[in-house]
Nanobody, 116 residues
Framework: QVQLVESGGGLVQPGGSLRLSCAASGSINSINTMGWYRQAPGKQRELVALITRNDNTNVADSVKGRFTISRDNAKNTVYLQMNSLKPEDTAVYYC??????????WGQGTQVTVSS
C-alpha cells in the first residue's frame, strides 16, 4: 500500500507563489510515477505535472514556464513549485502516485485559491 499526504495549499494573490508537497509512505519502491492533478469547481480533474522514477517530467501547457515539479528521494516527497499564479489556477490540487502494476493512489487534496 502507498499513502500520500499533501501540504502547502492556501490563499495567494495573483502573481504570487506557493509550493505544494506530497509525502509518500508505505510501499515506496512500487511507485513508478508521481504527479499533481487539479480540479476546479464544475470542471474535470486535469493533469498539472508528473515525474517518473527516472526524473523525466511532463508539465501541462497551461502551467508550463510557471510550475515546476521535483522530487526528493531521501524524503520520499514530490514538490510542485507554483510561480506567477493566476486566478484560473484556483482549484483543489491532488497528489497522485501510480504503483505497480498501474494502480493509481490519490492524496486527500489541498485547496489553492488565487485571489486579490
Amino acid at each position: 500500500q502507498v499513502q500520500l499526504v499533501e501540504s502547502g495549499g492556501g490563499l495567494v494573490q495573483p502573481g504570487g507563489s506557493l509550493r505544494l508537497s506530497c509525502a509518500a509512505s508505505g510501499s515506496i519502491n512500487s511507485i513508478n510515477t508521481m504527479g499533481w492533478y487539479r480540479q476546479a469547481p464544475g470542471k474535470q480533474r486535469e493533469l498539472v505535472a508528473l515525474i517518473t522514477r527516472n526524473d523525466n517530467t511532463n508539465v501541462a501547457d497551461s502551467v508550463k514556464g510557471r510550475f515546476t515539479i521535483s522530487r526528493d528521494n531521501a524524503k520520499n516527497t514530490v514538490y510542485l513549485q507554483m510561480n506567477s499564479l493566476k486566478p484560473e489556477d484556483t482549484a483543489v490540487y491532488y497528489c497522485n502516485a501510480v504503483r505497480w502494476p498501474g494502480i493509481p493512489v490519490w492524496g486527500q487534496g489541498t485547496q489553492v485559491t488565487v485571489s486579490s
